[in-house]
């Protein structure tokens, strides 16, 4: 049943939605060169799709962060979905790393460079050290917050090493990262479908970290620190050890 809903409902829709709401994030970005204008679309963006596809989001412990500064998110990642509930129920203004080449697809290119999201090049250490000064720069300079997946792409299961860039962000710039546990995501979109099948994702969100007085040796212990608070917050097995 869900099957049949998706395909001759939910997916029409979001695709049209999607579209409607791009192009009008590109017009925006013709006077608005902040990209806050853009943000808040893809918000409004983000709650409709939750809905077309019959997606109940629940946000938990979103007073514990101060709305009026920045801060460095951090996630687990099991889902494409886990974007647009994050983006649908935290009233941040968040900004992403996204690979590179997707900057080079028309109109979805467009789209993040002039909404203010940031490439990843994955595998090259000084462009990485690169994307990190620069993710902690704009956070400085324009007060906006960044959302990362520290484990480098989605999980089928158990949550992966978290890698050090987002420790390394918020240190250097200063705010505090906040652990968020993502639950439901990966039932209602698994990594292997396109069709979203519905259900309920909870975003738990845990207590801030601050950073000052924090140094870019401290990475590895605050990575390990995160890594255990967002697994409890996401009911996930803890793995080993924190990848660099």
């Not at 996630?75 to 968040?94: E, F, K, R, V, W």
């Not at 996204?98 to 993040?112: D, Q, T, Y």
Request: glycine share 10%; hydrophobic share 45%.
């Amino acid at each position: 049943m869900w099957k049949l809903r998706a395909v001759l409902l939910s997916a029409p829709a979001i695709v049209l939605l999607t579209v409607v709401m791009g192009s009008m994030s590109l017009v925006c970005s013709i006077w608005d060169r902040t990209g806050h204008a853009q943000h808040r679309l893809a918000q409004i963006w983000s709650r409709i799709l939750l809905a077309l596809g019959f997606t109940q989001c629940e946000v938990y412990g979103v007073e514990k962060i101060d709305l009026s500064k920045s801060h460095v998110l951090v996630a687990n990642h099991s889902s494409y979905m886990d974007i647009p509930a994050i983006m649908g129920t935290i009233p941040l203004q968040l900004r992403f790393y996204a690979k590179k080449g997707l900057f080079s697809i028309p109109f979805l290119g467009w789209h993040l460079h002039r909404a203010g999201h940031l490439p990843v090049i994955r595998g090259d250490a000084r462009a990485s050290v690169k994307s990190m000064a620069e993710g902690a720069r704009v956070i400085r300079e324009q007060g906006i917050s960044l959302l990362l997946f520290p484990e480098g792409g989605r999980t089928h299961e158990h949550m992966r090493p978290f890698k050090e860039g987002a420790a390394h962000i918020a240190i250097k710039a200063g705010v505090p990262i906040v652990p968020i546990g993502l639950t439901g995501a990966r039932d209602v979109l698994p990594m292997e479908s396109l069709l979203i099948r519905g259900g309920r994702i909870e975003v738990h969100i845990g207590d801030p970290i601050p950073t000052v007085g924090m140094t870019t040796h401290d990475r590895a212990r605050l990575s390990e620190m995160l890594q255990e608070q967002v697994a409890a917050l996401a009911g996930q097995k803890v793995v080993e050890k924190v990848a660099s």
